[in-house]
C-alpha cells in the first residue's frame, strides 16, 4: 500500500499561517487543517525567512542554493566568452 503525499498551495499555506498569527495555537490549527505542527513551525520559518519568494512552486520553498547553482553554469559561460573577447581585442589592438 503506497501513500499519495499531499500537496499545498501556496495560498493554502499563507492561510493557516494567518490562522496561527491571529490567535489560534499550533495544535488547533494542526489539527483544523490536518497538518502536522512541525509543518507549521516550518511553514511560518520558511515565510520570515524567504518573504514573497517562499512557496515558490510545486510544494518546494525557494531556496538562495537553489538559484546560485541555477546560475552558476551560466556564470561559467560568462566569464569563458569575456576572456575570449578580451584576447581578440588585445590581438586586434597589437596588429593595429
Known sequence: MSLKRRKFTKEFKLSVIREIEAGKSHAEVARTHQVNPNTLTRWRK????????????????????????????????LTMENDFLKKVVTTLETKN
Open 46 to 77: 520558511q515565510l520570515r525567512q524567504y518573504k514573497d519568494q517562499a512557496f515558490a512552486g510545486n510544494g518546494h520553498a525557494y531556496t538562495s542554493e537553489g538559484r546560485a547553482a541555477e546560475l552558476e553554469p551560466m556564470l561559467g559561460r
